[in-house]
């Protein structure tokens, strides 16, 4: 399949789980992220404020503030994001295609960074990850040198994600049922 096709064969599927089942399975990835030796190790946290239809985050998002972990949440400028720091409480405001972006001047590099979670439209077993098309995590993630975790429901995962020049693989995909290792079998 093309990429245009696996992003329109996910997006459908995304959108035929209800939101129980969405919340039930994002619960259960949330769980398995907190536990992952990766995010028991950070203290600087890069995730994601979530679409409705991608991988819910506020309750992961709660627990890394909760947790006295630093949060960080990307925001568009322009082409590219930015990462922004989060607090308790602070204002958010709807960025481009109606993210959730945090209001403040605190920002920071991609190489303050101890973990990323990055949403996704796709991912295979490798790790590689099928954005929305506009490059705007690869562009931020280029010059990553920690961990980064894909979040995505098993629905999400594909036998192939064909690669693209930009493209930045992940170094796991978690999902509901399963962690997947780039360059290793599946791990639980």
Request: proline share 4%; net charge neutral.
């Amino acid at each position: 399949m093309t990429r245009e096709e696996i992003r329109a064969c996910v997006k459908k599927r995304r959108e035929d789980a209800s939101k129980i089942q969405a919340a039930e399975m994002s619960a259960r990835i949330c769980e398995r992220i907190v536990a992952m030796a990766e995010y028991l190790k950070a203290k600087r946290i890069l995730c994601y404020a979530a679409l409705p239809d991608e991988v819910q985050t506020g309750g992961l998002l709660r627990e890394i503030l909760r947790s006295g972990r630093q949060l960080y949440l990307p925001r568009t400028r322009g082409s590219d994001l930015e990462i922004a720091r989060v607090t308790a409480g602070m204002k958010m405001e709807r960025g481009a295609y109606g993210v959730p972006e945090p209001v403040t001047d605190e920002l920071a590099q991609i190489g303050e960074m101890d973990l990323v979670l990055a949403p996704g439209v796709a991912f295979d077993r490798e790790g590689n990850r099928l954005g929305y098309g506009k490059g705007y995590f690869d562009r931020l993630l280029k010059d990553c040198a920690c961990p980064k975790v894909g979040l995505a429901y098993e629905m999400q995962m594909v036998d192939h994600v064909p690669e693209h020049q930009g493209d930045v693989p992940m170094d796991k995909v978690v999902t509901e049922t399963a962690i997947y290792v780039r360059g290793a079998e599946k791990a639980d």
